[in-house]
């Protein structure tokens, strides 16, 4: 399972994703080095805010599942967010932020429908005013 060791963050050269695996490098600059790369002298520079670790679980459409990442049960939708040195999937109920483990979400149909960098809106779409 060496999916749990991956990370995915936008480089900061062209704003695009790239997956693979996480160094920071002795002057504090966040580093990706490509999957298919990851012995070769090539990095990829990446925004440290963007960094998101692969939980090593797959949504519906067999797509890996990242921290960062917005998805959906039905018409439920969590955040994949890192808490306590773990994964988690976060919801918002009743101005009441709930934790559930992710690992029984997959089985039960989650599919990624964006994250939070490039589509915080579905977050925002999906939040209910208090009653």
């Known amino acids: 399972m060496k999916e749990i060791y991956l990370c995915r963050g936008k480089r900061l050269d062209n704003d695009e994703w790239i997956t693979g695996y996480y160094r ?15 012995i070769s ?3 990829f520079y990446v925004n440290p805010d963007t960094i998101g670790r692969c939980t090593g679980l797959h949504d519906k459409h067999n797509q890996l599942i990242y921290a960062g990442d917005i998805c959906k049960i039905k ?23 709930y934790y559930k483990l992710i ?16 589509n915080l809106d579905i977050l925002k779409t999906y939040e209910k005013p208090d009653l």
């Open 103 to 118: 690992c029984y979400l997959c089985d039960k149909g989650l599919e990624i429908v964006g994250n939070i960098y490039d």
């Open 24 to 38: 920071i490098n002795g002057v504090g600059d966040s580093m990706i080095y490509s999957e298919e790369q990851n």
């Open 41 to 43: 002298d090539e990095v």
């Open 75 to 97: 018409r439920t939708i969590y955040e994949i967010v890192e808490k306590d040195g773990g994964i988690w999937a976060k919801i918002k109920k009743n101005n009441t932020t």
